[in-house]
């Protein structure tokens, strides 16, 4: 879901389904910038849960 919510880059996908629309502010948002925070914290933490539960069910 937070995947989803990001601004799309351009150059794939986005571009052919209308998503290619840039802004010209330039940089990215507080906004952005703490969305990107959170999906790579949440992607280090379902890792990490997959590895301990990998680790549980192996040594348990």
């Known amino acids: 879901m937070l995947i989803l919510m990001h601004k799309g880059k351009g150059g794939g996908l986005s571009d052919m389904f209308g998503g290619g629309v840039s ?3 330039g940089g990215s948002s ?3 910038r703490n969305l990107n925070r959170i999906t790579v914290g949440v992607g280090v933490l379902w890792f990490a849960t997959i590895v ?3 680790l549980v ?3 348990a």
Do not use: V
Request: glycine letters at 16%.
């Open 52 to 54: 301990g539960l990998g």
């Open 30 to 32: 507080i906004a952005e």
């Open 57 to 59: 069910e192996r040594f």
């Open 23 to 25: 802004s010209s502010l």
